[in-house]
Nanobody
Framework: VQLQASGGGLVQAGGSLRLSCAAS??????????MGWFRQAPGKEREFVGT????????HYQDSVKGRFTMSRDNAKTTVYLQMNSLKPEDTAVYYC?????????????????WGQGTQVTVSS
């Protein structure tokens, strides 16, 4: 599975961005994957942002983004989204999407098998 993340950019604090992650899998194959978003800020380790179940019914987020970020997916389009609202300068990072066949809500990057190339999000104060 190849993942292509897009939608990053420069935004002022309080603004919004929507990231997309398109998978090269068929719709049937895409359904088998839990999808996640991670991010890595300069000088910091990569951290979990959120995950979404195969049918989109279950989501789980890092505490710092709860209430501001929302994940969704369109299995017919084999795409997962990350809507980011009320952005803060500390959200600045390269954002990565990833695919996992683990059950549940994997939050560790080692649980994900496939990774996109990353898209830069910069939030100015």
């Amino acid at each position: 599975v190849q993942l292509q993340a897009s939608g990053g950019g420069l935004v002022q604090a309080g603004g919004s961005l929507r990231l997309s992650c398109a998978a090269s899998a068929s719709g049937r194959a895409f359904r088998w994957y839990v999808m996640g978003w991670f991010r890595q800020a300069p000088g910091k380790e990569r951290e979990f942002v959120g995950t979404i179940s195969w049918n989109g019914d279950d989501t789980h987020y890092q505490d710092s983004v709860k209430g501001r970020f929302t994940m969704s997916r369109d299995n017919a389009k084999t795409t997962v989204y990350l809507q980011m609202n009320s952005l803060k300068p500390e959200d600045t990072a390269v954002y990565y999407c990833a695919a996992s066949r683990f059950l549940g809500q994997p939050t560790r990057d080692v649980d994900y098998e496939y990774w996109g190339q990353g898209t830069q999000v910069t939030v100015s104060s």
